[in-house]
Every structure is written in C-alpha cells, then in structure tokens.
C-alpha cells in the first residue's frame, strides 16, 4: 500500500475519530494541528489505526509518533 492510500484511509479515520469533516492531514501534521488530539485520543486514536489495517504498533513507536507521516511510515513497513 503506497503513501497516499495510507493518508487517505486516515484521512477518514480521522474525520471519524474526532469527529470532524474538515480534517485536512499531511505528512507534517501533528496533534497540535488537530483539535481534540490529546494523549488519550493519541492512545485511542493509534488503536483504531492498528484496527483499520490490522497491524500492532510497539509501546515504543506510540511513544515517538511526533507526525502522520511517522505514522504513515510505520504502515507502510507494516504492510510490506
């Protein structure tokens, strides 16, 4: 699954999870950028990534996820 499969698949996740239409993400964007994305919706939020495309993530990567494209990034090594 290439990059942008794997940002248009959050794209949605996203709007869901926080309960927003106008999610716009990019590689660069953080949970600065995202109203809502605390630390419990980072927890939550990453749980319904690894639900969506049926992959775990370590307690390690949660911890240093700092933008979507680590995100992104880690699923794309995921799916390989």
Same mark, same amino acid.
């Given at each position: +699954? $290439?990059?942008?499969?794997?940002? #248009?698949?959050?794209?949605?996740?996203?709007? =869901?999870?926080?309960? +927003?239409?106008?999610?716009?993400?990019?590689?660069?964007?953080?949970?600065? $950028?995202? =109203? %809502?994305? $605390? @630390?419990?919706?980072?927890?939550?939020?990453? %749980?319904? /990534?690894?639900?969506?495309? *049926? /992959? *775990?993530? @370590? %307690?390690?990567?949660?911890?240093?996820?700092?933008?979507?494209?680590?995100?992104? #990034?880690?699923?794309?090594?995921?799916?390989?």
């Amino acid at each position: +699954m $290439d990059s942008k499969t794997i940002i #248009n698949e959050l794209q949605q996740l996203f709007e =869901r999870h926080f309960d +927003m239409e106008d999610v716009v993400l990019s590689p660069e964007t953080t949970s600065c $950028d995202i =109203r %809502g994305w $605390d @630390s419990f919706a980072h927890v939550t939020l990453l %749980g319904d /990534i690894e639900g969506k495309f *049926n /992959i *775990n993530f @370590s %307690g390690f990567e949660i911890a240093n996820f700092k933008t979507v494209g680590d995100i992104i #990034n880690s699923i794309a090594q995921k799916l390989c």
